[in-house]
């Protein structure tokens, strides 16, 4: 072999990384020992139209990882195209910068398509188009649908997989982007109250601060905005509670009048699942949420044990060990509760 020669081929690779388990994933290496990270760059700064895309229905680190990472990219003269299939984003993240700019129609030209936060390839509402993809996520059960898959289950969020991997490549962040990851970080951990939160994510927060993110800013903007209509849906939601199982297990449902009743928006609906979960004797939280188009968006939260991401794949969702989803066309929610109470193994 020529010294310096590079050698692709397609392995299966895992190696440690920042949260102490594993990345998995097929990528080309080459013998001078570039990795994941170096790889994903080096895609990007070979592409001309990039799109940068997150799941449907966004929550903060869907919005939180793309538009940290776009702002990154038009710091370094690098510009890239916002992506999401959703009509009404929610207001609530509105003071992120960027967020203007994200649009729902999918452009002509694309030539590398980077999905942020979403655990297959169905969720960013897309067809399937000639782009390769990279994948940077931390649901569990992700489908590895990219080219290249920055996939760590063990990451509180998916914006501090993106925010790991630019300190790692030495890029310089800024606060526009420290405050989208942070933000996406306190979404995904409940302000730092879930399981998923130990000292490496502090260390992480505490970086992203560094770089700039301002947590009173923050906080102020996602906690202390909330909408009347939301504040109304909140209380028919209640309203609608059922419990089963010695009050183990909580069942409540928005529907499309209830929207209309109210005037809440469809991402107004986003904190029920947890605010059923509170109440103290609830192990499982189900939430169904009546879409425009008659299915149901069913989310499933639980406490200590339950494992509600293995729930939900069992009807082809996802997500993660306390908190996890599915779309369904079942109209007959009696039925259905019971289905998901027999696969949650509470008798
Ligand atoms: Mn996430």
Not at 94 to 99: A, Q, T
Not at 112 to 122: E, K, P, R, S, Y
Request: glycine share 6%; aromatic share 12%; proline share 2%.
């Amino acid at each position: 072999m020529v010294d310096g020669e590079i050698i692709e081929f397609l392995a299966y690779i895992t190696y440690n990384n920042y949260f102490g388990k594993t990345y998995k994933t097929f990528l080309q290496i080459n013998l001078k020992g570039n990795f994941l990270f170096s790889e994903i760059w080096q895609k990007i700064e070979k592409s001309k139209n990039i799109v940068l895309a997150s799941h449907k229905n966004p929550d903060g680190d869907a919005l939180g990882s793309s538009l940290g990472f776009f702002n990154v990219l038009k710091k370094k003269g690098i510009n890239a195209y916002l992506f999401n299939v959703t009509k009404q984003l929610p207001p609530k993240f509105d003071f992120l910068k960027g967020y203007d700019k994200i649009k729902s129609t999918f452009p002509k030209k694309c030539d590398l398509l980077i999905a942020f936060d979403c655990g297959n390839f169905d969720r960013l509402g897309i067809e399937r188009g000639e782009y390769p993809i990279i994948n940077i996520d931390h649901h569990r059960n992700n489908s590895m649908f990219g080219d290249l898959n920055l996939v760590d289950e063990s990451a509180p969020s998916s914006s501090a997989i993106v925010f790991n991997m630019l300190k790692e490549l030495n890029i310089e962040i800024g606060k526009d982007a420290a405050n989208c990851f942070y933000a996406a970080l306190v979404e995904d951990t409940g302000f730092f109250s879930y399981e998923s939160v130990n000292k490496k994510v502090f260390d992480i927060a505490s970086s992203m601060v560094e770089a700039g993110a301002e947590p009173f800013f923050v906080a102020k903007n996602l906690r202390e905005r909330n909408s009347l209509g939301r504040m109304r849906l909140t209380a028919l939601f209640i309203n609608s509670l059922k419990l089963y199982k010695n009050a183990t297990i909580a069942c409540g449902i928005v529907t499309q009048e209830m929207f209309k009743k109210t005037g809440a928006l469809r991402s107004d609906a986003e904190h029920l699942c947890n605010l059923a979960r509170s109440l103290a004797t609830v192990e499982l939280s189900i939430l169904y949420i009546e879409e425009e188009d008659g299915k149901f968006k069913v989310s499933l939260r639980s406490k200590n044990f339950i494992d509600v991401s293995k729930i939900a794949l069992r009807f082809n969702g996802g997500g993660h060990k306390r908190s996890a989803g599915f779309e369904t066309t079942e109209k007959d929610l009696y039925s259905l509760t019971k289905k998901i109470i027999k696969a949650s193994g509470i008798l």
